[in-house]
């Protein structure tokens, strides 16, 4: 804000004439780009039709040319149609640098002034300007019509200050719809400065772009802020990706927001490494519908996979939401006794056979209860994965029966006697009886038949015996009768998954694909012994590992899900982005202690965000005082701009439902954007029904789906129930008052003590 009055005081208002030219220079500009894209997409579309001519010629080398030039052509193709809004969306005109070195992208590469760049009367040229936009465009000669955001030329456009300008002497904000500038704002990074630019003064327009950029209307999807990323954000994005990235901020802070970009910025760094190979975990659907369109419309598509906790594993989606107790329960380290000893009760399902007769040399062999319950202890010794320990199993039996068969004393000779083992083997695994046998006795166990056989209220207190009280069996059993899946209920399967192991199969001898030989593809591809619907389906069934892991929200993620995640990252590095003081886990050091384990020994950095972009002061303020209480001695981040609104508190006086429906209504005529209604979490079918008719622009979700979104204008419906949900409430609520750009309600009822303001207890000084 400092920056700002420096600048407004440094700056004489502009008439609109001088705006309207500045639009006009930047539309010429965008023109050109245009111009140059069709050119480009011109040259893409000949490249196809030229790889088409190549088919005809029938030789294998011909026709891998022209695969592979397909292939180029279109992805370069694909990505030049497409145009979003605000394709080009920056400038900076830049000090004379102190060498005239230039990199990849046509630009000059100094990052500090030269010397004489600026005058003694405090007078300077600009020598260069550059245009940032979602991708890099070249003229024809190759010098740069666009610069893309992620190349270092672009990186003063969000890490230049007054304090620190470098070369920068203005930056500013292009704002397009389509093919057309809208509207520029500028920002001075030398307002002591008289520069010129062909001979005449620098103009500057606007009020700043950061104030023009967070005032802009919501919409239930995230709008990318790659024109107004601020220094300490840009500094997270393109922070080297060894090991472990930590980035803690507060509310409004845009930790999401640096989350995707910085996904963009690694591809664009070391595609070779990073392409298909980056997953980024949010604790919702709600926020994975929110912020899945950024990265398309930052130039990077197909190669990262955002994915909500409760859809990691793949046929398991999670629908259903447990209650605070349960959610303890299955989310603790606990669970992996439970799961572990759930795993192997589980072989003793569906009446597993208690006697095994088989017939081999002529002679009836049995093996009884008791025999079969020690080789079963015996096979299932130590932590291999139930499923793998079937034909270890399978030995141990075909052992004892050799050994009741007596047959091992025929012979002195080890070479006969290993002839007449094996024969005795193949004599029995041939037998119907002992394939039925095994098959019933060590059944092949998938996790979701183990997590409906812990459905079992009495079975699972034998599992849990010593783990889990009476009453956390008893809530977890029924939780597990339910229909549907929660997103612990995920964590579990994964856990299973790991605990029992796909069993191993036989690998089908590959059969050659004659049309493997007429497109050339064994030129392109790797050789390999497996068609690709067979490696499809085996990698499906492993587990997918990443080459970089992104973690939104990190401070919600139970000791399970940790574990989850952290399988699918093994090998690779990470950014965690969180807050704690916003953390809906009961045990953070519990979870704290999971995150370690999953993250191993791999050193850290750690960044943190200060400055709260989304929050003006006035419900920055309120939302405070429930910091305080959720957190005492925690300082929240600090918010940069006032908007004058005090938040509104509003008392139910008849029914709640219509008391809420009225201040949403209010609100829908009062912002532009969107409004979201907040509620404790059994609230939120209800509170749905309250708002029918409203239209589309006002939503109404519980207060843990609220995490990570944005709206225009919120109202929070009784902060006392969303606080007494569970024992992270009070940090619940905190997320809650915290979602709003512009205006905050709060609604009291008889449970929130209000004062004669309508002031709810817990929000009072």
């Given amino acids: 804000m400092a920056a700002q009055a420096q600048q407004e005081s440094a700056v004489v208002p502009v008439h609109d004439s001088v705006r309207d030219r500045e639009i006009r220079l930047e539309q010429e500009h965008l023109d050109r780009v245009y111009r140059r894209l069709e050119e480009k997409i011109s040259e893409a579309e000949f490249l196809m039709r030229d790889a088409a001519q190549r088919g005809h010629v029938g030789t294998p080398g011909a026709l891998a040319e022209r695969d592979a030039q397909v292939f180029r052509a279109g992805i370069h193709l694909n990505r030049l149609h497409n145009e979003y809004e605000d394709f080009l969306f920056g400038r900076i005109d830049l000090l004379l640098g102190k060498d005239g070195k230039k990199g990849p992208d046509g630009a000059y590469t100094a990052v500090e002034p030269a010397e004489g760049a600026v005058r003694p009367d405090n007078t300077a040229d600009i020598a260069e300007t550059l245009h940032i936009g979602r991708i890099g465009v070249l003229d024809e000669d190759y010098a740069p019509l666009v610069i893309d955001w992620r190349a270092p030329a672009a990186a003063p456009f969000y890490r230049s200050t007054p304090v620190d300008p470098g070369r920068v002497v203005r930056r500013r904000v292009i704002r397009s719809k389509g093919r057309r500038v809208q509207s520029v704002e500028d920002d001075l990074m030398r307002p002591e400065l008289k520069a010129t630019l062909d001979g005449r003064e620098l103009a500057v327009i606007g009020d700043g772009a950061l104030m023009a950029a967070l005032g802009q209307a919501r919409t239930h999807t995230m709008r990318d802020i790659v024109a107004s990323i601020q220094a300490e954000q840009d500094l997270v994005i393109r922070a080297p990706a060894a090991s472990v990235t930590y980035v803690e901020g507060g509310p409004g802070t845009g930790k999401t927001a640096v989350a995707l970009h910085r996904a963009a910025y690694l591809l664009y760094q070391d595609r070779r490494r990073y392409a298909g190979g ?23 598509e197909g190669q990262v996979a955002i994915r909500a906790i409760g ?3 793949d046929g398991a989606e999670a629908t259903v939401y447990d209650s605070p107790a349960v959610a303890r329960t299955k989310g603790s380290y606990r669970m992996l006794k439970v799961l572990r000893k759930a795993a192997r009760g589980a072989l003793e399902l569906n009446d597993s056979p208690q006697r095994l007769r088989v017939v081999a040399f002529g002679r009836r062999l049995e093996l009884e209860a008791e025999e079969l319950a020690g080789i079963r202890r015996t096979a299932l010794g130590g932590t291999a994965p139930v499923n793998l ?9 075909l052992d004892a029966l050799w050994e009741r068969s007596g047959a091992g004393n025929r012979h ?3 070479e006969l006697a290993a002839e007449l083992r094996s024969s005795f083997d193949e004599d029995v695994t041939s037998e119907d009886d002992f394939t039925a046998f095994l098959d019933a006795w060590w059944p092949e166990l998938t996790p979701a038949a183990v997590l409906d056989a812990m459905a079992d209220e009495r079975r699972l207190g034998r599992w849990a015996r010593r783990v889990l009280n009476p009453g956390e069996v008893r809530k977890l059993a029924r939780a597990l009768q339910r229909d549907g899946r929660s ?8 856990e299973l998954q790991a605990i029992l192991g796909a069993p191993a199969r036989p690998r089908k001898k590959r059969e050659i ?15 390999r012994e497996e068609t690709q619907r067979e490696r499809a389906e085996r990698l499906a069934q492993e587990r997918v590992e990443y080459a970089h892991v992104i973690v939104d929200e990190a401070q919600d993620l139970t000791p399970m899900q940790w574990r989850m995640v952290g399988r699918r990252g093994r090998h690779a590095t990470w950014t965690i982005v969180g807050d704690p003081a916003q953390s809906s886990w009961s045990d953070p050091d519990e979870a704290a202690q999971a995150r370690d384990e999953a993250l191993g020994t791999r050193p850290r950095r750690r960044f943190e965000l200060t400055v709260n ?3 003006p002061a006035e419900i920055a303020e309120l939302a405070s005082k429930v910091l305080a209480l959720a957190m005492p001695g925690s300082e929240s981040p600090r918010a940069v701009r006032s908007t004058g609104v005090e938040p509104r508190f509003a008392v139910v006086r008849d029914a709640l439902g219509d008391t809420v429906r009225a201040e949403a209504a209010r609100l829908l005529e009062r912002v532009d954007g969107t409004v979201g209604v907040v509620v404790a979490m059994r609230r939120r079918e209800e509170a749905r029904r309250w708002l029918d008719g409203l239209g589309d622009r006002v939503v109404a979700l519980g207060s843990l789906e609220a995490k990570g979104l944005e709206y225009d204008a919120t109202v929070v419906v009784s902060p006392a129930e969303i606080a007494d949900e569970s024992p992270a409430g009070l940090r619940v609520l905190y ?15 008889e449970r929130d003590e209000p004062d004669a303001e309508g002031v709810p207890d817990l929000l009072r000084d």
């Fill in 389 to 397: 320990l079937r034909p270890r199993a399978r030995k141990l039996l």
């Fill in 613 to 615: 972009y989304r929050n």
């Fill in 735 to 749: 997320v809650a008052l915290t979602r709003a750009t512009q205006q905050l309600t709060v609604v009291s009822a």
């Fill in 487 to 494: 997103v612990h209920d995920i964590a579990m399967l994964d």
């Fill in 278 to 300: 980056i997953l980024i975990v949010s604790p919702t659907p709600l926020l994975v519908a929110y912020t899945e369109g950024v990265l398309p419309s930052l130039g990077e």
């Fill in 311 to 313: 859809s990691l594993v």
């Fill in 412 to 414: 002195t000779d080890p």
């Fill in 513 to 527: 694909d004659p049309l493997d030989q007429l497109t050339g593809l064994e030129e392109l591809m790797p050789v």
